[in-house]
């Protein structure tokens, strides 16, 4: 009876009172919405064939392939400003590049950029299974930061940089450097830097270090229009700005 009387009627909590349990059940149910709705988001994004063949072949090779709603991310946005000239830094066994030449036009070029010969030749194989002519691709083995220097100034729509997290921030400046105006520089693994609290006496990573500044240079530089999608392990996007330079 005591007990009843404390939650009020039909075991309702009284006002003022906090229900841990229910406070807990609470955050577990959104928490789980959002998995389901993260779920769904990837699960949107459906891949064929060539695309399922090049993500398995990432796999065992242990080359990271991005996620289907971070390739579905890729695609569109090289679709909505028709890009011709894309860059990709890190070009893994080829499922990026997939998606970006999907988005592109027909008489577009992908310049891939990756220090793994192994995985450029099979990329090049995934390519081809996806019915894309070897004149569309050019792959450049190296280091993204050595080769990125010997590129074109402004000639670029969209540069992808999918390399270690530590460099970002110069590989920011090297991006905006090749882009033009109204192209888009898009980091992926972005996640990374999602500010949580590293305690007193530990210190971030570099990768997290890294991924951390480059998103708070996007978002500090008024040239830039910037937008940080949760999908995959976080695609940060930003372009540049036509105003910036009026």
Known sequence: ???????????????????HTRGEAVIAGRDDTLAHTLAHVEQYAQEDDPLTSARETGRRAESSPISAAGGA?????????????????GTGCGTSGI???RGMRPDSVLTSVDIEPEYQELARA??????????????IHGRGLDVLPRLTDCAYDLVFVDAEPAAYPTYLDEALRLLRVGGIVVFNNALEGAERADGPLSVPDPGTAGAREVGRLVRADSALIPLLLPIGEGLLAAIRDHSADS
């Open 73 to 89: 991310a890729l695609r569109f946005l090289a679709a909505a400003i028709g890009a011709r000239s894309v860059v990709e830094v």
């Open 1 to 19: 009876m005591g007990a009843r009387a404390a939650s009020g009627p039909l075991g309702a909590a009284r006002p003022g009172h906090v229900s």
């Open 99 to 101: 998606w970006l030449l």
């Open 126 to 139: 995934a390519y081809r299974r996806a019915g894309f002519a070897a004149n569309r691709v050019r792959l």
